[in-house]
């Protein structure tokens, strides 16, 4: 069982909006602004999208964007394309002993 | 440009070790954090264990404390993951990625070695 919650899947069609969420404890995602967002495609390595909650990387679209409120972290895609389709992470500093905390995972489909 | 290259990986029987290796290249290795990471297949991701830029500053996923250990060498501009004990549940690929702990972000990452852990 991860210690961060995503839906498991979530789906939208090209040009929507989607918005992914990411729930902890006041211990990992609410205590702190260190919450990351990773896209992952199949066979392939993850890739940074946001740090800090909401900082886009050099070379990341601004069609994506994060967010936190309380416990709960959010990445939105605009503009759907079909190359968002792929497995999306999120991840946080937590003050447990693991330090770094992963959720289990966002299967993101463009219909 | 950074790269970063995993290697090491394999089939290996309970109980055994394996020594995975990540080359680094594009950047000034000395400088930075380093991590793995894991992913059992069709499974998320799980940080495994990171290693401060000098080697001074160690920790561990609770999942491998005491069977794993990670260290580095500066000067071969290498970071290197030894694994004892290996269990089936240990069976994943394993990433290197390049670490910052003032953001607690993984900034590039390596494509990955695949341990599978099967008698």
């Known amino acids: 069982q991860s210690a961060l919650t995503q839906p498991a899947s979530v789906s939208g069609s090209p040009g929507q909006s989607i918005t992914i969420s990411c729930t902890g404890t006041?211990?990992?995602?609410?205590?702190?602004?260190?919450v990351s967002w990773y896209q992952q495609h199949p066979g392939k390595a993850p890739k940074l999208m946001i740090y800090?909650?909401?900082n886009r990387p050099s070379g990341v679209s601004n069609r994506f964007s994060g967010s936190k409120s309380g416990n709960t972290a959010s990445l939105t895609i605009s503009g759907l394309q079909a190359e968002d389709e792929a497995d999306y992470y999120c991840s946080s500093y937590t003050s447990s002993s693991t330090l770094r905390v992963f959720g289990g995972g966002t299967k993101l489909t463009v219909l | 440009q950074v790269q970063l290259v995993e290697s090491g990986g394999g089939l290996v029987k309970p109980g055994g070790s394996l020594r995975l290796s990540c080359a680094a290249s594009?950047?000034?290795?000395?400088?930075?954090?380093m991590s793995w990471i894991r992913q059992a297949p069709g499974k998320g991701l799980e940080w495994v264990s990171y290693?401060?830029?000098?080697?001074?500053?160690?920790y561990y996923a609770d999942s491998v404390k005491g069977r794993f250990t990670i260290s580095r060498d500066n000067a071969k501009n290498s970071l290197y993951l030894q694994m004892n004990s290996l269990r089936a549940e240990d069976t994943a690929v394993y990433y290197c990625?390049?670490?910052?702990?003032?953001?607690?972000?993984?900034?590039?990452w390596g494509q990955g070695t695949l341990v599978t852990v099967s008698s």
């Open positions: 800090e909650v909401s």
């Open positions: 290693i401060s830029s000098s080697g001074s500053t160690i």
């Open positions: 006041s211990s990992d995602v609410g205590g702190y602004n260190y």
């Open positions: 990625a390049r670490d910052f702990p003032d953001s607690v972000r993984l900034d590039y």
């Open positions: 594009g950047f000034t290795f000395s400088d930075y954090y």
